[in-house]
């Protein structure tokens, strides 16, 4: 046998507990789309063309596509009297189906060794790496209104970082086993939960909505995967490419819709394994006060997972770079018009710094360019749809009109075409202001400028001010206040920035997740997710066993 090389039994063992090395994941590289690359062609070659097009989107259960006549129209953001899509709704009806063909599809992936699964979400990242990298992106740009850097740093490296990065870190999940005592053979059986994962996914990330039905999957679960309504588009053409990645019936239900259709007819499914969950705290509260009232009905206890609101700050202190606290400030603000759940949305100034970190600010948001992010010239596109532009525009209103605050930039609101809305800064007096404490999710941030002299008050004021925990930034020079910083605020973030703005996280380089009223923490990209969704059986396989009761101590004298 060739030095290095696996003898048959272990090669055997390796295929049972799934500890077979999948290829080394490496972070998929960011394209630029610089004018005149071939991929900024390529990608305006398919937004046209499908920008051109009214496609039909339908149910996919149990590989089947199925028609309700429920329909909806799914817009673009920036242009709403554009019409994309025409896609099928599910009510309750569809909601017994799908658990019906997902106990199918559990009995065929369930049986698959993990070096099968992994196979499939290998391919799939690198079909989206190659050939349908402009699709997914180009639906995310006219359906969700993000630019072309903004889609690519989601739709197409993270979602594929998520695939590659899942293989792995499940393959390092499976390589964890018990000692064995002499004569003994102690495992670990990881086993796929046990019925459906409900999967609840948001708008606002394309990657996430395509990790969270899958990362199940990849431990060999089933899920039944609800987009959200306003990024139906996106999410079709990502399980058409599972498809084609080689996914079976069954693994992953397509069912869109009203959660009013069908939400009560998962929670009272005996068959419900868990749920995976990106959204509102409001609507996660909801679900896991519903998992509650059912808990005698379910055949085993769900798993719940969720990520959900944020109130994300940036604090600095007096050492801090006014000119990178600046620029964090603006990209951690603005980018994707402030509807990421990290994205920044208050922030603590000393007032040493203010002025330079003002001018600074200002400078750049007057430069930003708002409008059809197929037009690459714009920062910002659209806000996602008339109830957000609403919510969003009220706060506008507020903060013209309440005492302590000044709209310093920004303020405009125009939905004649798209739901834009300007970058807004926002000074307040009262670091207790309600634009300081309640979550936006849209282009409004509001800053506070604190006496230098407090920064130690200043430090507790932002531990204190929000119920979230899901990111923030500390901007210091001097490590004592950077120390300082993470010691008060340890609990504050699950994800803390040092000099950075508190977005981008990277699979594989900051797990992502966080406490309080923001979430579980169960901490997307890494193995702490998908430890989630098995259910470990230990197995003790005595190799000789006893044949006689009694035990040496019994014996005469």
Not at 96 to 110: P, T, Y
Not at 318 to 335: M, W
Request: hydrophobic letters at 40%; one cysteine or more; charged letters at 20%.
């Amino acid at each position: 046998m060739e030095a290095g090389a696996l003898s048959h039994s272990e090669a055997a063992t390796q295929s049972v507990t799934g500890s077979a090395r999948p290829p080394v994941p490496v972070n998929e590289p960011t394209l630029g789309y610089a004018p005149g690359s071939a991929e900024r062609e390529a990608l305006k070659a398919r937004l046209a063309e499908m920008r051109g097009e009214t496609i039909e989107i339908p149910l996919i259960i149990g590989g089947e596509e199925v028609r309700t006549g429920d329909t909806a129209e799914m817009v673009m953001p920036h242009d709403h009297g554009h019409v994309l899509a025409t896609w099928h709704k599910a009510g309750a009806a569809e909601a017994k189906r799908a658990i019906a063909a997902s106990a199918d599809g559990w009995r065929e992936w369930a049986s698959w060794s993990f070096e099968d699964r992994a196979a499939v979400f290998l391919r799939a990242a690198e079909l989206l790496a190659g050939p349908w990298r402009d699709t997914v992106n180009a639906a995310t740009m006219l359906g969700q209104s993000k630019t072309a850097h903004q889609a690519e740093i989601d739709s197409a490296c993270e979602l594929i970082d998520f695939w590659r990065f899942n293989v792995h870190f499940a393959s390092r999940l499976y390589e964890e086993q018990p000692a064995s005592a002499a004569g003994v053979w102690n495992r670990l059986d990881y086993r796929p939960l046990e019925g459906f994962v409900w999967a609840i996914t948001p708008f606002n990330f394309t990657s996430i909505a395509g990790n969270l039905p899958t990362a199940p999957a990849v431990m060999g679960c089933v899920s039944i995967w609800k987009p959200a309504s306003s990024a139906v588009y996106s999410a079709y053409y990502i399980l058409r490419l599972l498809e084609e990645a080689g996914l079976p019936p069954g693994v992953i239900t397509f069912l869109p819709g009203r959660s009013s259709a069908t939400s009560d007819v998962f929670m009272s499914s005996r068959e419900l394994a868990g749920i995976h969950f990106t959204g509102s705290t409001a609507v996660f509260q909801q679900l896991w006060k519903g998992v509650a009232s059912n808990l005698q009905s379910y055949r085993s206890y769900p798993r719940i997972v969720g990520e959900t609101g944020g109130k994300d700050f940036i604090v600095a202190h007096p050492s801090a770079d006014p000119r990178a606290l600046a620029v964090a400030i603006v990209r951690g603000g603005f980018e994707y018009q402030g509807q990421k759940c990290s994205a920044a949305s208050r922030v603590y100034v000393p007032d040493d710094l203010w002025p330079d970190v003002r001018a600074h600010v200002l400078e750049m948001v007057d430069e930003i360019h708002v409008g059809d992010p197929t037009d690459f010239r714009n920062f910002m596109g659209a806000v996602i749809d008339r109830p957000a532009f609403e919510s969003i525009c009220a706060y506008v209103k507020h903060a013209r009109s309440a005492e302590g605050l000044e709209i310093l930039a920004g303020g405009d609101c125009s939905d004649e075409v798209g739901y834009f809305i300007d970058p807004t800064v926002v000074l307040s007096e009262d670091p207790t202001s309600r634009l300081m404490c309640e979550e936006i999710f849209g282009p409004v941030l509001t800053i506070h400028v604190y006496p230098a002299r407090r920064w130690s008050e200043t430090l507790r004021l932002v531990d204190e001010t929000s119920p979230y925990a899901l990111t923030g930034a500390v901007f210091a020079t001097e490590r004592a206040a950077v120390r300082e910083a993470m010691a008060v605020l340890r609990y504050s973030a699950g994800n803390f920035y040092v000099n950075d703005k508190p977005t981008g996280a990277v699979v594989g380089q900051q797990p992502f997740g966080g406490g309080r009223a923001s979430g579980t923490n169960d901490k997307a990209g890494s193995w702490l997710n998908l430890i989630r969704w098995v259910s470990p059986r230990t197995i003790k396989e005595t190799l000789v066993p006893p044949t006689e009761y009694a035990y040496p101590f019994m014996e005469a004298e």
